[in-house]
């Protein structure tokens, strides 16, 4: 849609041009979010592209994504063989509702901030342990792990004017083996329930990663394989049912059902896997 309070886009070549915020100022990633709503109290776009951030940057120590990468390009990344949890990409890049419409424009930082249940680059990053770099404005760069970014359904840590740089993913999470399972009422449809599974090879751990099921990310994690019992046990002490997402993408009783079914479907896989 046409956003029609807006009287100028700001193309910075630094994100240090942008000294003080003020009300009014939006940063402008892909804007399939920004576009698909009125935006009554922004007058000003600050658009990220023109700061030219390399995309992708793997490196011994793991993947460092720039906010401003676009979904597809994400998609399109060539890990090496010793990154077997990087098949994620993929497959949470196709978890987007309508993905093949929004996923050439939208950006992995745009998904983040956006902050929805069902944010896709939420659930890979949280999923692959990463750790996101925070540009407040006036202020020193910031880290946080991306499991405690997101607090709640479109809500997060970020500060007012604060600008989310980059995510990085650690060599130790991608060299995991890695099971996926996702729900979705309808074709091409919002994620219900979204769940990764990663487990150390060679070692006996498993770490579960629920979203889209929950207002937000929650991470349970085991030293030692869980039996199915023990796994619903940890499932119902760690998510309290008021915790389970509400909408017409599914019923908290639907999203209960389908995170305690995946998360045991993805016990069963790794498990046998390292057998
Ligand atoms: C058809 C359609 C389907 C969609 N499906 C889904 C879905 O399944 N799951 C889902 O989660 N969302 C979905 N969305 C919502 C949205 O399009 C996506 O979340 C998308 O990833 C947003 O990315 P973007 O780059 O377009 O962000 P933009 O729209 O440009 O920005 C989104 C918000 O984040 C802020 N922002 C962007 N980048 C940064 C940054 N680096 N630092 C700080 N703030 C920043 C912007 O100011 C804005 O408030 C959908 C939207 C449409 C139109």
Redesign the pocket.
């Known amino acids: 849609m046409n956003l029609n309070t807006i009287t100028e886009v700001k193309r910075p070549s630094a994100a240090e041009d942008i000294a003080a915020w003020r009300d009014g100022y ?11 709503e009125p935006q009554v109290a922004t007058d000003t776009l600050i658009d ?1 592209e023109s700061l030219q951030w390399p995309a992708l940057q793997a490196s011994r120590d793991g993947l460092e994504i720039a ?2 990468c676009p ?1 597809v390009e994400l998609d399109r990344f060539g890990a090496p063989p010793e990154w077997p949890a990087a098949a994620l990409f993929r497959a949470c890049c196709r ?4 993905s093949f ?2 996923w050439t ?3 992995v ?3 983040i ?2 902050a ?1 249940p ?5 659930s890979l990053t949280v999923a692959l342990e990463g750790t996101y770099t925070l540009w407040p404005r006036g202020a020193a760069p910031r880290t946080v792990r991306a499991a405690d970014f997101v607090t709640g359904d479109h809500a997060s840590v ?1 500060r007012r004017g ?4 980059s995510i990085r993913l650690p060599a130790s999470a991608l060299a995991k083996r890695a099971a996926f399972r996702r729900a979705s009422l309808t074709h091409l449809g ?2 219900a329930a979204l769940l990764i599974g990663t487990a150390t090879p060679g070692a006996a751990d498993l770490l579960i990663t629920v979203t889209a099921a929950t207002v937000r990310p929650v991470q349970i994690h085991f030293e030692r394989p869980p039996s199915a019992g023990e796994l619903r046990r940890r499932i119902v002490d760690e998510i309290p049912d008021e915790d389970y997402f509400d909408d017409v993408h599914g019923s908290p009783a639907y999203r209960r059902h389908l995170t305690h079914h995946y998360a045991e479907q993805i016990r069963a896989e790794l498990a046998g896997a390292a057998r």
Request: net charge positive; with cysteine; charged share 10%.
């Open positions: 939006a940063w402008l990633a892909g804007g399939t979010w920004l576009f698909s990220l906010a401003t979904v978890s987007f509702l309508a419409k929004i424009a939208a950006t930082g745009g998904n901030c956006v929805l069902a944010g896709p680059m939420i970020l604060e600008l989310l740089r919002r994620s």
